[in-house]
């Protein structure tokens, strides 16, 4: 039984697919279409898991849609009414899309896809429970989701059992956890559903000054994590903003412009408010704990992303055993309508937990050699170990290495499949990497990559943490990788296993056995402003475009020394232009 599942028109559309409860494939949209976060029908991500699973479209047994669209269209009218007025320019904006496309959803499907069988929905935070809960490796645990908002629920307290999911508690729009911190990061200069994590990034450098001021004017916390959100300050709920003049009045200053100079407020700011989510999480996981009883956790939605409360509740809550979904996002959305699908509705039986995130798209050694000797690529092929162990010594010499392996991760973060790597020891990697490589701010910090049983010798960590969502501090005799440690002295580690990453593993050893550092910097092979790499053509022209000194693409390295500057060669300039 094939089941395929869709996210769309919000923003990181995506599809997944699973074949008789297990996961087959899956990926966003915007890998392919190189658009970020591209909201648009996800055809390509489609075609791509047919292709993975070797079917068509009829074969597929269920179309799954993550969320419930004549729901959302009741809250969006609902709101509008109710704000009027000052809803009106949002509502003539909103309204065509609506009115052409998200209420069509099923005829949508059908016609893109050339599906003729009935469309399932599942509501936006069942899906997101169950591409938590249905996936992970317990056969009971409380369920938290926590994001923007989804049909009329922002956050939900739930339990599963089995293949059962039951929604025990919601908190519903307009107070939400994930639109306070979009808010404020619409506030402090960055893009909402996009770089809510450079607020997080930018927290450590703030101190949290006004912790007070938000709880007392922007949202009421009770005892059990549950709030209430004083409305005047912002406008998602009927502009075409996030927050209106009386948060500028509040605080003192306008709205930051996105590329305007970061000053001391605005990381105090961003300060405070990662301190108030966290104490907000903190409380829901400690009454959800006291409301199942379990020993165990999922997470999903976007808000589960905010890898610093993770790292808390993993420390400071009664839970023993935590799972996030490694796409928490609505991306994920897309494996959980599915999973819902099949083990919820039908009933089926549960078979394997998910146990990493590479889904994508594979490339072979030969797809790979064809695409560089089509265009005439220098480059130098090597075996397996010697390719890692030369990888490994260009890493020790200080080279930035782009690193494309295997199938692309599902979800926001690169693993060792579409990574660019550099020497964690080295401090001045981090602006080497940040400002000539990926041109993006040079607050933000990157992540360790570390042999997962080397992991607690330089982390304050216990467990296993593969998908990059926890942070923990560095151990204070460990103070040797400082291109990986914040301002505030902690990490998003990764850690590395052989049976997930088999490669990746082989290189960090190697590195490990060449230095006596089992830890690199890890961050994704895209530049700012552009998706994660997906084919061995983006790689290339990524590569290309950066101060990068070597790719390591499948067993070939190549040299940036070697390559012919991309503006003498016009067929990629076309090619590239044409994408």
Not at 30 to 39: I, P, S
Not at 453 to 464: G, I, Q, T, W
């Amino acid at each position: 039984m094939y089941i395929l599942g869709i996210s769309a028109y919000y923003h990181d559309s995506a599809a997944a697919l699973i074949k008789d409860g297990e996961l087959i494939a899956a990926a966003q949209e915007e890998r392919f279409t190189r658009k970020r976060h591209d909201h648009d029908f996800p055809l390509s991500a489609v075609q791509y898991c047919l292709q993975e699973a070797g079917i068509d479209i009829g074969q597929v047994d269920y179309v799954s849609f993550y969320d419930k669209p004549l729901l959302k269209f009741e809250r969006i009218m609902v709101t509008y009414l109710a704000t009027f007025p000052w809803s009106f320019p949002s509502f003539i904006k909103a309204m065509p899309m609506w009115l052409h496309q998200k209420l069509w959803i099923p005829n949508d499907i059908k016609k893109k896809l050339g599906y003729h069988r009935k469309v399932l929905f599942t509501e936006h935070h069942e899906s997101h429970a169950a591409s938590a809960f249905l996936v992970s490796p317990f056969e009971e645990a409380a369920i938290l989701t926590l994001d923007g908002v989804g049909e009329w629920a922002t956050a939900t307290m739930g339990k599963g059992e089995g293949t059962n999911i039951e929604i025990l508690r919601e908190i519903n729009f307009p107070h939400s956890l994930g639109l306070l911190y979009s808010a404020f990061t619409y506030f402090l200069g960055f893009k909402v559903n996009s770089a809510e994590y450079k607020v997080m990034g930018l927290a450590p450098y703030g101190e949290p000054k006004y912790v007070d001021l938000i709880k007392d004017n922007l949202i009421s916390i009770k005892e059990d994590g549950s709030f209430r959100m004083n409305m005047k300050c912002f406008a998602y709920d009927y502009g075409l903003t996030m927050t209106n003049k009386n948060m500028n009045k509040l605080f003192g200053i306008p709205v930051r412009k996105s590329e305007g100079p970061l000053e001391q407020i605005h990381k105090d700011i961003a300060a405070s408010v990662q301190k108030v989510t966290e104490e907000i999480v903190l409380r829901m996981c400690r009454a959800l704990h006291a409301l199942t009883k379990s020993r165990n956790l999922c997470m999903a939605g976007g808000v589960a992303l905010n890898c610093v409360a993770n790292g808390r509740v993993i420390k400071e809550t009664p839970f023993e055993n935590v799972f996030i979904q490694p796409a928490a996002g609505d991306a994920g959305g897309a494996l959980g309508t599915a999973a819902f699908v099949y083990h919820a509705l039908l009933g089926k039986e549960r078979r394997t937990p998910m146990k990493h995130a590479y889904w994508g798209p594979l490339y072979s050694n030969e797809e790979i050699g064809k695409f560089l000797d089509e265009h005439g690529i220098i480059y130098e092929k090597l075996p397996d170990e010697e390719f890692v162990k030369k990888t490994a010594r260009l890493i020790d010499s200080q080279n930035v290495v782009g690193w494309f392996q295997g199938r692309m991760e599902f979800g926001p973060r690169a693993l060792g499949a579409r990574s660019i790597l550099a020497d964690a020891r080295n401090p001045a990697n981090k602006d080497v990497v940040n400002m000539k490589i990926k041109f993006r701010e040079s607050f933000r910090p990157f992540a360790p990559a570390v042999l997962e049983e080397k992991a607690s010798e330089y982390f304050e960590l216990d467990r296993e943490s593969p998908y990059m969502l926890l942070v923990a501090q560095v151990r204070e005799g460990k103070k040797t990788i400082p291109a990986v440690t914040h301002v505030d002295g902690s990490a998003r580690i990764q850690t590395v296993s052989r049976e997930t990453s088999p490669l990746f593993y082989d290189l960090i050893r190697s590195f490990d056995e060449l230095t006596g550092c089992p830890v690199i910097i890890n961050t994704s092979f895209n530049v700012r402003g552009e998706p994660i790499v997906c084919t061995p053509k983006d790689a290339y022209l990524c590569f290309m475009r950066t101060n990068m000194d070597y790719l390591a693409i499948g067993n070939y390295l190549l040299d940036k020394k070697d390559m012919k500057p991309l503006g003498d060669d016009i067929d990629w300039q076309k090619e590239y232009e044409l994408d």
